[in-house]
């Protein structure tokens, strides 16, 4: 089992930033790959960046040049910068975690296993 607990959220304005981070614990060296993803009311969750073995990086279309994931293992961290926010950027943001290589296309939540609760961006003028 693996828990992930998110915090960074909060409310920023047009061409903000925010980091996000994702504190992991449990059978961490189960891990193999980790990922944010978003969720607005309504709407389906969307893959937003992934990270595999602490270095092989991918991103959605909607956020690429906006936002960096990066993972700390020595603190059991996992971050997201996000810059250049715009409104539609406003979600939930959660952090998930896989025991295995990706094997959906792009970035899948059927890759992950273990989810956290989520945390709150808004982003307004």
């Known amino acids: 089992q693996v828990y992930l607990v998110e915090s960074g959220g909060g409310s920023v304005q047009i061409g903000g930033s925010l980091r996000l981070s994702c504190v992991y614990s449990?059978?961490?060296?189960?891990?193999?790959?980790m990922a944010w993803f978003r969720q607005n009311t309504g709407k389906e969750r969307e893959g937003v960046a992934s990270?595999?073995?602490?270095?092989?990086?991918t991103y959605s279309d909607s956020m690429k040049g906006r936002v960096t994931i990066s993972q700390d293992n020595a603190k059991n961290t996992l971050y997201l910068q996000m810059d250049s926010l715009e409104p539609e950027d406003t979600a939930m943001y959660y952090c998930?975690?896989?025991?295995?290589?990706?094997?959906?296309?792009?970035?899948?939540?059927?890759?992950?296993?273990?989810w956290g609760q989520g945390t709150q961006v808004t982003v307004s003028s």
């Open positions: 990270i595999e073995e602490e270095r092989h990086t």
């Open positions: 998930a975690a896989g025991p295995d290589p990706r094997i959906w296309a792009g970035i899948d939540a059927r890759d992950f296993t273990y």
């Open positions: 449990g059978d961490t060296d189960s891990v193999y790959s």
